[in-house]
């Protein structure tokens, strides 16, 4: 048997070590598990106003509440309005929560409501102090006197320069005490050195580097990572994206919790294929994202469905065979 020189291995090592550490960083190695392991039984789901706007029955509240656990869903971001240009919100678009919350716990207490604050970020001038502290004082009536586990927000587009929001979120969380949650809606993450491209090539509007990711992590207890509208047109590359979302996001942020939301509606804008993102397909590569070796498995939360009004019963079947492992699978 002809033997190697040292000098060969050498060559070898220097060659091939690279190409290995390469492999890992950018495509990840698998990690041979259970998928069915990567559930943590804390998913979480986008509702709309009318739970909180509207009377709804005991009976009515009841369904709602026992589909969620049926579902797994242990969080619910509630839409209770959208932030007006003054930094307030309107009080007949939340008149109904404290009937709610009190009904929903009462029913199952195990769920968390959060008071769900969105906006067209070109629409509220966060640069203002006195804006900037109607929203605050917003988010304490909701969370403090009203009854909501914490606060949700869902202002777009955001960008890495966003002084205005950080500031935001450190006053909400200082106005609210210990126990309460805030969290954040963002777009999936482009790497730095992508913005450009992104921005001027691809005309996107709403990206974020690990700049932006790093700055809201800083206040925010959760991230909900919105994959959908992202333009993509095969079912290969949407889930290959989602895995290096997962992948970047759960090992960039360690002592967050981080859902990854997927999407549930037909119609969007024209950076949006349901044929693509869908259910399904979210699912799959949440679970390869999760299964791919660089992710960092104690950051994961669950999986977050958007919007609840818009899942089909197929849709929940899905779910349930993909992520929950019941057996009422629809293709």
């Known amino acids: 048997m002809k033997k190697f020189s040292i000098f060969t ?4 090592v220097v060659i091939f070590f690279p190409l290995v550490l390469g492999l890992f960083y950018f495509v990840g190695v698998p990690r041979f598990r259970d998928y069915i392991e990567y559930n943590t039984g804390d998913n979480a789901v986008w509702a709309g106003h009318e739970w909180v706007e509207e009377g709804k029955t ?7 509440v026992d589909n969620l656990r049926k579902h797994q869903i242990s969080n619910v971001f509630l839409h209770v309005g959208p932030i007006l240009e003054n930094g ?3 009080q007949k678009s939340y008149v109904y929560s404290s009937y709610f919350l009190r009904q929903a716990k009462g029913i199952n207490s195990n769920i968390k409501y959060q008071a769900w604050l969105g906006q067209i970020r070109g629409k509220l001038d966060l640069d203002d102090e006195n804006i900037r502290r109607n929203v605050a004082n917003q988010c304490r009536v909701l969370a403090q006197f009203i009854g909501f586990d914490g606060i949700h927000f869902d202002i777009e587009p955001m960008s890495d320069d966003d002084s205005g929001f950080i500031k935001l979120l450190e006053e909400c969380k200082q106005n609210m005490s210990e126990e309460k949650v805030l969290s954040v809606a963002l777009p999936d993450i482009i790497p730095e050195s992508f913005l450009w491209y992104t921005q001027n ?3 996107f509007d709403n990206v974020n580097s690990e700049i932006n990711y790093k700055n809201v992590a800083k206040y ?3 991230i909900v990572v919105m994959l959908y509208d992202t333009k993509l047109r095969s079912d290969w590359l949407y889930k290959k994206f989602i895995v290096e ?3 970047r996001i759960t090992s960039l942020l360690k002592n967050r919790k981080i859902y990854f939301g997927i999407p549930a509606y037909e119609k969007g804008s024209e950076n949006f294929d349901p044929k693509i993102e869908n259910v399904k397909n979210g699912i799959l590569g949440v679970i390869m994202g999760l299964d791919n070796a660089r992710s960092n498995l104690d950051s994961f939360a669950g999986i977050a469905i958007y919007p609840y009004w818009e899942i089909s019963d197929d849709e929940w079947k899905t779910f349930n065979k993909l992520w929950l492992n019941k057996n009422d699978y629809v293709d």
């Open 58 to 64: 005991f009976y009515e509240i009841k369904n709602f």
């Open 201 to 203: 090539v691809l005309k």
């Open 88 to 90: 307030q919100i309107e």
């Open 220 to 222: 925010a207890d959760e």
């Open 9 to 12: 291995w050498s060559i070898i």
């Open 245 to 247: 979302e997962v992948s």
